[in-house]
Nanobody, 116 residues
């Protein structure tokens, strides 16, 4: 079964930084799909915050533009999310998956908590 495994979350003070990673062991999904980082805060719907195509084109939600950077390493079947200038409202569980359309079963995600 194809799985996505997220890591890198944690507790950080406002203004701090974190780097999230997401790996797919086989690469069978990663290689052919645009990937995205999604997040879900308590009581809110899951939202796409950053996406990257197989060719490396990126797009960001307005709420994270200029603070978050998505990247991918096609040799390692891994997608990253560099998060800087974190705010308390960035607190959420972060998941990676296909950016649009086709998706794998959601992984467990990684918790990001930003204290004020």
């Amino acid at each position: 079964q194809v799985q996505l495994v997220e890591s890198g979350g944690g507790l950080v003070q406002a203004g701090g930084s974190l780097r999230l990673s997401c790996a797919e062991a086989s690469g069978s999904f990663f290689k052919f799909n645009a990937m995205g980082w999604h997040r879900q805060a308590p009581g809110k719907q899951r939202e796409l915050v950053a996406s990257i195509t197989t060719g490396g084109s990126t797009n960001y939600a307005d709420s994270v533009k200029g603070r978050f950077t998505i990247s991918r390493d096609n040799a390692k079947n891994t997608v990253y999310l560099e998060m800087n200038s974190l705010k308390p409202e960035d607190t959420a569980v972060y998941y990676c998956n296909g950016a649009w359309g086709v998706k794998l079963p959601w992984g467990q995600g990684t918790q990001v908590t930003v204290s004020s």
